[in-house]
């Protein structure tokens, strides 16, 4: 099967002839494609997106994150599952790393954290870094690539995939998440990213993505802050975030207090114990 679209198709050469500007990319290396791929195939793979809208284990529901999201590769259709097994493979892990100059990346067979995102009207991701550890496979994170699958995508729906600077004074990028379009930007764990107001588009539509995230074997220090070495999802927030800032702080806490108090006071751990009595 013909992925790549035929501009495009020497993949080597693509890697190097766009490799300056993604080093480059402001606010962190990055960079995005349109019709990269074989229009009739990523077709295929839309008709045969899953539903996941009637699944409650998919569904992420905080002010944080209001989306949707598979697990693994068991509900990828057969179109769907080749195309990700392409995005794992030597000829595009060799093309990614001639690109971004990032060697001996690893592909995620598990999808952890990957896979087919769905978002709602209403939905949104506040900005975030993302987990720089794979939970599985004790290996580095460094890079995402994004494959929206959303046809005549208006600009006044929203879902605009964000990158915002370092010290979160602003959003340096906007990108809207049209069929075909591939971006793709180094994690780490200043990479601060996400689409934070909610979806507007009509209730008959929602944005469709596909995930990808490759990993290393160790990785730069300049890429890590101190202190967060392995880490899980780091929120960031605007002015206009509050709900979601006390969210974060509410759960921080929670987490703070399991350090000092005995499981079986916490609420957690009392539910467990009703379980276990007869």
Known sequence: MNFINEQYSNLPETGKKFKNDYVTAHPFPSIYFDNFFN?????EVLDEFPDMRNKPDLKFDT???IKLASKGEYRFGEKTKAFMHYLNSQPFLEFLTELTGIEKLIPDPYFEGAGCHQI????LLKVHADFNKNRFLGLDRRLNVLVYLNKDWDESYGGHFELWDKEMKQCEKKILPLFNRMAMFSTTSF?????????TCPPDRNRKSLALYYYTNGRPVEEVEEGLEEHRTIFKY?????EAKKFA???????YVKLFVPP???SEGRKSLKKIQP
């Open 39 to 43: 229009q009739n195939m990523l077709n």
């Open 63 to 65: 002010p944080n994150e």
């Open 120 to 123: 709602l009207p209403g939905g």
């Open 191 to 199: 990479s601060y990213h996400g689409h934070p107001n909610p979806l």
């Open 238 to 242: 605007r002015k206009e975030d509050g």
């Open 249 to 255: 702080q509410k759960q921080s806490f929670k987490e």
């Open 264 to 266: 079986i006071l916490t």
